[in-house]
C-alpha cells in the first residue's frame, strides 16, 4: 500500500499538484497580474495577448525561441476596451519550461 501512495506522491509532485508553484511535467496557473486590483470591478469586455516560448535543454547553449503579441493597449482597443480595469496571466509549461505559454487577460469597459 505504501507503494502505491508514494507513486501517487510523486506523480501529484511532478505534475505541481501538491506544493505551490511549477510542476515539473507540467503546470498551469492563472494568477492576477498585479496584487494591488483589490474588489476591483472586473468590466463586460475582454481581451487575449499570447507569448510562446521554447527552450532547447540539451545543447547547453541556452537556445530560447519566443515570439508574441505584447502590445496591451492596441489589443484592447481592437477588443472595444477604452478603460482596463485589471489583468489575469495565465501560463501553462510542459516539461520544465521546456515549452511555456503565457495568456495576459485584459479585462475592462
Request: some cysteine; hydrophobic content about 40%; charged content about 15%.
Amino acid at each position: 500500500m505504501s507503494k502505491y501512495f508514494f507513486l501517487v506522491f510523486l506523480f501529484l509532485w511532478a505534475c505541481g499538484c501538491s506544493l505551490p508553484g511549477s510542476g515539473i511535467l507540467y503546470t498551469h496557473v492563472i494568477l492576477p497580474y498585479s496584487p494591488d486590483f483589490n474588489n476591483t470591478p472586473v468590466g463586460s469586455k475582454q481581451c487575449v495577448l499570447e507569448q510562446h516560448r521554447f527552450r532547447e535543454p540539451v545543447s547547453g547553449y541556452d537556445v530560447t525561441v519566443e515570439w508574441s503579441a505584447d502590445r496591451i493597449s492596441s489589443a484592447a482597443e481592437e477588443a472595444g476596451i477604452t478603460h482596463i480595469t485589471c489583468m489575469d496571466e495565465q501560463t501553462i509549461s510542459f516539461l520544465l519550461g521546456i515549452y511555456t505559454r503565457r495568456k495576459l487577460i485584459v479585462y475592462g469597459d
